[in-house]
C-alpha cells in the first residue's frame, strides 16, 4: 500500500466519523501537504529527491535530544524508510507524473492540497500553467448549517 492510499483511507475514515455525527462532510476541511518540483531529466529527479531525503535526515537530527533519545515521535531513524516516505509522498518529476499522483489523491477524495515549492519561482510559475488548468473544475459547494 502506498502513502497515499493511506491517506485517501484516512480522509475516508474522517468523512465517515463526520458524516456519523449527522454533519455534512466538506473536503476542503482537509489538506494534505506535498512537496512539488518539476523534473524534466531522470537526472533532475535524482538529484531532487537527494535533497528532499537529506534535508529530513537533518530535520531528524535537529529534533534528536542529546544523549540517549528513546521518545516516541514521527522522525523515523531508518534511513530507507526515511527515503520511501520522502520519494513516495512527493510530487517530484514531469507534469505528467505531478499530474497523475494528484489525480490518484483527488480520486480518492482528497481535494485540498497544500503544495510547497521549495523556494523555486520557476516552479511556481509552470505550476500554474501545466498543472492546475486539469483541475478546476466545479464540484458541488457544501451546504452550511447554520447553528440557532
Excluded: W
Amino acid at each position: 500500500m502506498t502513502l497515499a492510499d493511506q491517506v485517501i483511507g484516512h480522509v475516508a475514515q474522517f468523512k465517515s466519523d463526520v458524516e456519523a455525527r449527522g454533519r455534512t462532510f466538506d473536503p476542503m476541511t482537509v489538506a494534505i501537504a506535498r512537496a512539488v518540483h518539476f523534473a524534466d531529466t531522470a537526472d533532475d529527479l535524482v538529484a531532487a529527491l537527494e535533497r528532499r531525503f537529506q534535508g529530513h535526515m537533518r530535520i531528524n537530527r535537529l529534533a534528536q535530544r542529546p544523549g540517549v533519545d528513546t521518545r516516541e515521535r514521527f522522525g523515523r531513524e531508518d534511513e530507507a524508510e526515511i527515503r520511501h516516505i520522502c520519494d513516495d509522498t512527493a510530487l517530484f518529476g514531469t507534469p505528467d507524473r505531478i499530474a497523475r499522483k494528484l489525480e490518484k489523491l483527488r480520486d480518492g477524495g482528497v481535494e485540498y492540497v497544500i503544495v510547497n515549492f521549495g523556494g523555486s519561482r520557476d516552479n511556481i510559475r509552470r505550476f500554474a500553467p501545466d498543472i492546475m488548468p486539469a483541475f478546476t473544475g466545479t464540484r458541488p459547494k457544501p451546504v452550511a448549517i447554520a447553528a440557532k
